[in-house]
């Protein structure tokens, strides 16, 4: 598979993130987006994605743009332990 293909799939990912997202305000999806990245994403995933994105140009979301820009200022809408793996079950209880 060409690197070409599989900057596109990572774009491809990437821009699916960033629409499970973009019903929040801007800069929670932002941080989401980031969050997710970093959490799920090998380094050299993110590396592979960052350094096409110019490439990319209008086909990668800008959400996802201003997600690889740095560490975000926001918290994630979405729950520590979702969306970093090795939070799962802390503070989880069944005791309704």
């Given at each position: 598979?060409?690197?070409?293909?599989?900057?596109d799939?990572?774009?491809?990912?990437?821009n699916?993130?960033?629409?499970?997202?973009?019903?929040?305000?801007e800069?929670?999806?932002?941080?989401?987006?980031?969050?997710?990245?970093?959490?799920?994403?090998?380094?050299?995933?993110?590396?592979?994605?960052?350094?096409?994105?110019?490439?990319?140009?209008?086909r990668?979301d800008?959400?996802?743009?201003?997600?690889?820009?740095?560490?975000?200022?926001?918290?994630?809408?979405?729950?520590p332990a979702?969306?970093?793996?090795?939070?799962?079950?802390?503070?989880?209880?069944d005791?309704?």
């Amino acid at each position: 598979m060409s690197a070409t293909t599989t900057n596109d799939r990572l774009v491809r990912m990437a821009n699916q993130i960033a629409l499970f997202f973009r019903s929040y305000p801007e800069d929670e999806a932002v941080a989401g987006i980031h969050n997710h990245i970093v959490a799920f994403w090998t380094p050299k995933m993110r590396r592979d994605l960052e350094g096409y994105a110019d490439e990319a140009g209008e086909r990668l979301d800008a959400l996802v743009r201003k997600a690889l820009e740095g560490e975000p200022t926001t918290d994630s809408p979405v729950r520590p332990a979702t969306r970093n793996p090795q939070l799962a079950g802390e503070s989880a209880s069944d005791a309704g």
